[in-house]
């Protein structure tokens, strides 16, 4: 039994599945360049910037964590790059049918790309007990030397309006 469980986790890694408690070795073994900035998420009100250390880690996280994968879809045309790797390994194990059904339930279309805003504006209002004219979501830069120094310039990525 514990023969075939050391082989099967063998096949896991060699096939990159990750399963709990194993992690994939390339998760923790890629090299950090130097880098004199770095990019951060920041939710800016009419009031100022938003302190996300006024909510839990969790909401925090539901936050700013998920905006990176909504500006690579943004910028990927709002196609998801995870069908490329859902095509590769359930196309050709399903009917039709039931990989069309497996795509639609796993992939993010243009709609639900299109609907992130509007779900992370009611997301926003859930957590935040003060109301904000306008919230946006905002690109900048950190740079450190010696102390850390916001850029001046924020990229919008989106605009979310209060509604009453």
Not at 6 to 35: D, E, V
Not at 102 to 120: C, E, G, K, M
Request: aromatic residues 18%; without cysteine; positive net charge.
């Amino acid at each position: 039994m514990i023969v075939l469980f050391i082989t099967a986790q063998f096949f896991f890694m060699y096939k990159g599945i990750q399963n709990i408690p194993f992690f994939l070795y390339h998760m923790y073994a890629t090299p950090h360049f130097k880098q004199d900035s770095i990019r951060v998420v920041l939710i800016k009100t009419n009031k100022g910037y938003f302190n996300t250390f006024t909510i839990s880690n969790r909401q925090a996280e539901l936050l700013t964590n998920n905006i990176g994968y909504y500006l690579t879809l943004k910028n990927n045309q709002f196609k998801d790059p995870l069908n490329t790797t859902v095509e590769k390994r359930f196309s050709n194990r399903f009917s039709t049918a039931k990989f069309k059904h497996l795509q639609q339930s796993i992939v993010n279309d243009s709609a639900a790309i299109a609907r992130f805003p509007v779900w992370w504006q009611h997301y926003f209002e859930s957590v935040n007990i003060e109301p904000y004219d306008s919230v946006s979501i905002v690109l900048s830069y950190v740079r450190y030397s010696p102390s850390f120094l916001k850029l001046q310039v924020d990229s919008v990525i989106f605009t979310a309006y209060y509604t009453p």
